[in-house]
């Protein structure tokens, strides 16, 4: 049981990340083409 709530986290985890990558990328891009 303790396991597989370990693995959720785990992906929760990841998902997480890569979302605030993305976010982050978005973000840039969006201050970039603002300047632009």
Same mark, same amino acid.
């Given at each position: 049981?303790?396991? %597989? @709530?370990? @693995? *959720? @986290?785990? #992906?929760c %985890? #990841? +998902? +997480?990340? $890569?979302?605030? #990558?993305i $976010?982050?990328?978005?973000?840039? @891009?969006?201050? #970039?083409? +603002? *300047?632009f």
């Open positions: 049981m303790t396991n %597989e @709530s370990q @693995s *959720r @986290s785990d #992906k %985890e #990841k +998902y +997480y990340i $890569l979302v605030v #990558k $976010l982050r990328i978005v973000h840039h @891009s969006r201050i #970039k083409i +603002y *300047r």
